[in-house]
């Protein structure tokens, strides 16, 4: 390869290092929002903590009725901090002492319009003391995915629903993941320290909503009044803000919360509900008086993403509910169960999007949803002789409970050799502590499939897939029984499950690996999206924009037959600049001879405990396309295929630019024996020679991904490389040679 600063390639030797700098920058990210929310028709500061938020250019908010503007960010906020909290200390010394006042250090930046550090100049000699200490201790859990800040102010208009909304930040290294943050309907208290010792006083009447943050080694304290036989939820949401961190273990914010009386003795304590982290406490307040709520991480822990709500309320609140779901377009009675519920019975509208949770609102604990399916709905009947099993016809989905009465359900079924049976429980997917186990036995007692816990994407919230599914050929003509059981022989109301028996329906579910991309005006940017393919389905799914879309353009968006995942890239093709856009993708497929089209769920990716990943759904995928970028074309054809013989190559030509630049490509998530090579042609083309080489496998199709990174000066005239972001993806498949 050239060497050639002028033209428009640069050595790899050159240009390696700068490109590695320039992947080490990443993409931006919040690392946690505090306060995680505010109440309706109010205004609040949000501190972001995070990642590349320096010279952040713009906030969102998404929904309506939140206006979001962005005040300042602070590139080193922990050192700043530190030195003004030394700063202050020698102040409060000085005063305590009778002396002159210090001058502050020459090398003191200019004191930040931040409430922390405004906090700082009004605490006492001791708690400035106090949090002297306190910071020692902090910063032995120091993270570096927090050392930058961006303030926003939040204003919130009193017809602003309540609930859950995701805030992103722009910066001049792209568009930061969305984060939760919450609008609640009751009075907001932000936590004052120091609580450790001695309780917040809480003024607010129940029902109220704290914000706070446990730092390393701290414990919240608040007390607050409460009446005689007042029937209260106690509820911390902590892993639903954060759900995951990557460097911790356990990776959440496991909090842990007690009630305790006016002379300090324990009433109640709660660590979680159910299989949900986040604890939830119902307490019967025994006489008029004071309470004191203490809220602290399990094992000691705290840093600054260990943010919190703590709610105190005496509203209608739903532990479960039955059915868990119903047939799509009918409407279905449920029976609900909890703490001061008005009503115990509620329908459920049957309009909605097949085999997709949907939420069952804000005061259910968070996982809770139902589910609309388009077969035929029974229900398990409680006078069925479980030793011969409840006839039912199929195709069928059972709705049933795993209760006192009821501690293992069976199905009877006719059957014919050689015919394929899935039984799929869903159950701890919406919401149900059930950990089911499943078995299909033959006429004689005979086992012939069991399962306990399917295998499969990490999505959403959950640690454990408890629901079970299997997929068996039966041997003979006669009769079958599928048998649910809870595995660890718990059973109660809460314990509901749906199950379905069929024969397999190929299907397909898909999701992004992210919430937000950015891009360059007139560029390109990549995205995976991965599919769990449902019973045996294994065809190609082709990713399609919306027929109307004219503002994108995909490049290789197809899944190929018996693959999980595609990347490809989506280009901007109005020149758009400094604009935010929703991207609405869909998958669709030919399954037994008829097309079917899905949705494709947002998500953003998240590591917990350093080596698990998950996908956590977002209410919307989102590109930002910034200023104006340099951006060539491959001269491909819409749909076509690049053909790389094996053991041989293929060359293709990027189109020149009007403006020359030095340039560097370099390979995203290359293919197994694939490689590339360039070279600069005399009217500033690249010629780009695409080689298959062992251990490459005729067959193969994927999409090459390659980034663009242009050359430019620096002040001391030095070159260092900016991405101006992906080339369209390039379809290959890699062929016989002949």
């Known amino acids: 390869m050239k060497l050639n600063y002028n033209s428009i390639i640069i050595s790899w030797i050159f240009s390696l290092s700068c490109i590695h700098q320039a992947w080490?920058?990443?993409?931006?990210?919040?690392?946690?929002?505090?306060?995680?929310?505010?109440?309706?028709?109010?205004?609040?500061?949000?501190?972001?903590?995070?990642?590349?938020?320096?010279?952040?250019?713009?906030?969102?908010?998404?929904?309506?009725?939140?206006?979001?503007?962005?005040?300042?960010?602070?590139?080193?906020?922990?050192?700043?901090?530190?030195?003004?909290?030394?700063?202050?200390?020698?102040?409060?010394?000085?005063?305590?002492?009778?002396?002159?006042?210090?001058?502050?250090?020459?090398?003191?930046?200019?004191?930040?319009?931040?409430?922390?550090?405004?906090?700082?100049?009004?605490?006492?000699?001791?708690?400035?003391?106090?949090?002297?200490?306190?910071?020692?201790?902090?910063?032995?859990?120091?993270?570096?995915?927090?050392?930058?800040?961006?303030?926003?102010?939040?204003?919130?208009?009193?017809?602003?629903?309540?609930?859950?909304?995701?805030?992103?930040?722009?910066?001049?290294?792209?568009?930061?993941?969305?984060?939760?943050?919450?609008?609640?309907?009751?009075?907001?208290?932000?936590?004052?320290?120091?609580?450790?010792?001695?309780?917040?006083?809480?003024?607010?009447?129940?029902?109220?909503?704290?914000?706070?943050?446990?730092?390393?080694?701290?414990?919240?304290?608040?007390?607050?009044?409460?009446?005689?036989?007042?029937?209260?939820?106690?509820?911390?949401?902590?892993?639903?803000?954060?759900?995951?961190?990557?460097?911790?273990?356990?990776?959440?914010?496991?909090?842990?919360?007690?009630?305790?009386?006016?002379?300090?003795?324990?009433?109640?304590?709660?660590?979680?509900?159910?299989?949900?982290?986040?604890?939830?406490?119902?307490?019967?307040?025994?006489?008029?008086?004071?309470?004191?709520?203490?809220?602290?991480?399990?094992?000691?822990?705290?840093?600054?993403?260990?943010?919190?709500?703590?709610?105190?309320?005496?509203?209608?609140?739903?532990?479960?509910?039955?059915?868990?779901?119903?047939?799509?377009?009918?409407?279905?009675?449920?029976?609900?169960?909890?703490?001061?519920?008005?009503?115990?019975?509620?329908?459920?509208?049957?309009?909605?999007?097949?085999?997709?949770?949907?939420?069952?609102?804000?005061?259910?604990?968070?996982?809770?949803?139902?589910?609309?399916?388009?077969?035929?709905?029974?229900?398990?009947?409680?006078?069925?002789?479980?030793?011969?099993?409840?006839?039912?016809?199929?195709?069928?989905?059972?709705?049933?409970?795993?209760?006192?009465?009821?501690?293992?359900?069976?199905?009877?079924?006719?059957?014919?050799?050689?015919?394929?049976?899935?039984?799929?429980?869903?159950?701890?997917?919406?919401?149900?502590?059930?950990?089911?186990?499943?078995?299909?036995?033959?006429?004689?007692?005979?086992?012939?499939?069991?399962?306990?816990?399917?295998?499969r994407l990490n999505i959403g919230l959950q640690t454990h897939h408890a629901d079970s599914y299997l997929c068996a050929e039966l041997p003979a003509d006669g009769s079958y029984k599928i048998t649910i059981k809870d595995t660890q022989n718990r059973y109660g109301d809460a314990f509901a499950y749906r199950l379905r028996i069929s024969e397999p329906m190929a299907d397909f579910e898909l999701y992004t690996t992210k919430a937000s991309v950015s891009m360059r005006s007139n560029g390109s940017a990549a995205i995976t999206v991965k599919a769990i393919r449902k019973d045996g389905f294994e065809g190609p799914i082709d990713i399609v924009l919306p027929a109307d879309e004219d503002t994108f353009q995909l490049s290789g968006a197809q899944i190929p037959a018996g693959a999980d995942e595609v990347t490809f890239t989506i280009s901007d093709t109005k020149f758009l600049k400094n604009r935010i856009a929703a991207i609405n993708l869909t998958g669709k497929a030919i399954v037994d001879g008829k097309q079917i089209r899905r949705p494709c769920q947002p998500t953003r990716a998240m590591e917990q405990a350093f080596i698990r990943h998950h996908l956590l759904p977002s209410d919307q995928l989102i590109a930002y396309i910034s200023n104006w970028g340099v951006n060539r074309k491959t001269g491909l054809k819409p749909g076509e295929i690049v053909q790389i013989p094996i053991n041989s190559y293929k060359t293709i030509v990027l189109e020149p630019t009007k403006k020359a630049q030095s340039v560097a490509l370099t390979l995203h998530k290359a293919p197994d024996g694939i490689t590339f090579d360039t070279k600069e042609l005399k009217d500033k083309s690249i010629e780009l020679t695409i080689s298959a080489k062992d251990p490459a496998t005729v067959g193969t199709k994927n999409n090459l991904i390659i980034e663009i990174f242009h050359a430019q000066k620096r002040k001391d005239n030095k070159q260092k490389l900016v991405s101006h972001g992906m080339l369209p993806s390039i379809p290959i498949e890699v062929t016989e040679n002949r």
């Open 24 to 455: 080490a920058q990443g993409d931006p990210n919040i690392a946690y929002a505090y306060p995680a929310g505010a109440a309706v028709n109010s205004e609040t500061e949000i501190s972001l903590g995070g990642r590349l938020l320096r010279g952040a250019k713009e906030v969102y908010v998404t929904g309506d009725g939140v206006e979001a503007e962005l005040s300042s960010t602070f590139s080193n906020y922990s050192r700043t901090y530190a030195d003004y909290l030394k700063h202050f200390t020698r102040i409060a010394n000085a005063k305590e002492q009778g002396k002159p006042i210090p001058e502050a250090k020459s090398d003191l930046p200019k004191l930040p319009d931040h409430p922390a550090f405004r906090e700082l100049a009004e605490m006492s000699l001791a708690h400035l003391q106090q949090r002297n200490t306190d910071l020692k201790r902090e910063s032995m859990q120091k993270s570096r995915e927090m050392e930058e800040i961006a303030l926003v102010k939040l204003r919130i208009a009193a017809d602003a629903k309540p609930g859950r909304r995701e805030i992103r930040v722009s910066t001049p290294f792209g568009l930061s993941e969305p984060f939760p943050i919450y609008i609640g309907s009751y009075a907001e208290i932000l936590e004052k320290e120091p609580n450790n010792n001695s309780p917040q006083i809480i003024n607010e009447p129940v029902p109220f909503t704290i914000n706070g943050q446990i730092k390393a080694g701290d414990r919240d304290q608040f007390q607050f009044s409460a009446t005689a036989g007042q029937q209260l939820t106690i509820r911390v949401d902590a892993q639903v803000i954060k759900p995951f961190i990557a460097d911790a273990v356990p990776g959440w914010f496991q909090a842990t919360i007690r009630m305790l009386d006016e002379n300090g003795s324990e009433l109640a304590f709660a660590d979680r509900f159910e299989q949900f982290p986040d604890p939830v406490m119902f307490f019967t307040v025994p006489a008029d008086g004071n309470y004191t709520i203490q809220l602290q991480d399990a094992i000691f822990r705290g840093r600054d993403d260990f943010v919190y709500r703590l709610t105190v309320s005496d509203s209608p609140f739903i532990t479960n509910q039955f059915p868990l779901g119903g047939k799509v377009g009918e409407s279905t009675p449920v029976k609900l169960a909890g703490l001061n519920l008005a009503e115990t019975q509620s329908l459920i509208d049957g309009n909605g999007a097949i085999n997709t949770p949907i939420s069952l609102g804000k005061n259910h604990p968070a996982g809770h949803f139902y589910m609309l399916n388009e077969l035929d709905e029974i229900f398990k009947t409680a006078a069925a002789d479980e030793a011969a099993g409840q006839p039912v016809n199929l195709p069928v989905i059972i709705n049933g409970k795993i209760d006192q009465n009821q501690q293992t359900s069976s199905f009877q079924f006719r059957g014919k050799a050689g015919q394929s049976i899935v039984a799929e429980v869903v159950a701890r997917k919406l919401g149900s502590p059930l950990d089911s186990f499943i078995t299909l036995t033959d006429e004689n007692g005979q086992l012939i499939a069991a399962n306990d816990d399917m295998d």
